[in-house]
């Protein structure tokens, strides 16, 4: 179980998918459900399961996923057939979820079966570019964006010592060289070994944001 979380716009996704274009034949992802709307160019079945959300809430009833949350307004979660449809094709499950997410699928899958690794961008300046690049949230929702991803960049940042969610911190600055490590710490055996103590840089990381965050707040003041 190849866990990768990372707060919106840190570019877990597009990790995911180029683990499975370069890798098929031992990365296979589990396509996640939601509630959101779908993307321009996204497909049902292939970006996510798009569910209503009371056919979201009547699976969780049944116990048909392995986590769930609610994110942004929006439910988010993982099917279990998914995940055993790639164990059974004997291939690492690739999950690209929330950290709520992570926090269970840590607790069904505890090491050496999951690997967990929260991904960053370089900045969170980054981080905001990708997210208006996309186009689909209005200022006040980016805003919202920036406070959960505040939340979950200092929950990783908490649990650096004990490691009891995330193995490891993963800087997405470079595509080619953030695949190649997580088909590394993949194909490590036993685990590999924790790379150097990420406190400082994610605590930088949160105080920046909050920065950015804030400038965000009052520049949308001066334009209403």
Known sequence: MVVLAAPSG?????????????????????????????????????????????????????????????????????LRAEVERVLASGRHVVLDIEVQGAQQVRRAYPRPASVSIFVIPPSPRVLIE??????????????????????????????????????????????????????ELADAADGAKPGPDMTPLLAAFVKELEREADQLRQSARRST
């Open 130 to 183: 990708r997210l208006r690049k996309r186009r689909t949230e209005s200022e006040q929702e980016l805003l919202e964006r920036l406070a959960i991803a505040v939340r979950e960049v200092e929950t990783a940042r908490t649990d650096v010592p004990t490691r009891r969610v995330f193995d490891h911190i993963l800087v997405n600055d470079d595509l080619d060289t953030a695949v190649n490590r997580v088909i």
């Open 10 to 78: 840190g570019g877990k996704t597009t990790i995911a998918n180029e683990l499975r274009r370069r890798r098929p034949d031992i990365f296979g992802y589990s396509v996640s459900a939601t509630t959101r709307k779908p993307r321009a160019g996204e497909q049902d079945g292939a970006a996510y399961h798009f569910l209503t959300r009371e056919e979201f809430r009547r699976r969780v009833q049944a116990g048909d996923f392995l986590e769930w949350a609610e994110y942004a307004g929006e439910l988010y979660g993982t």
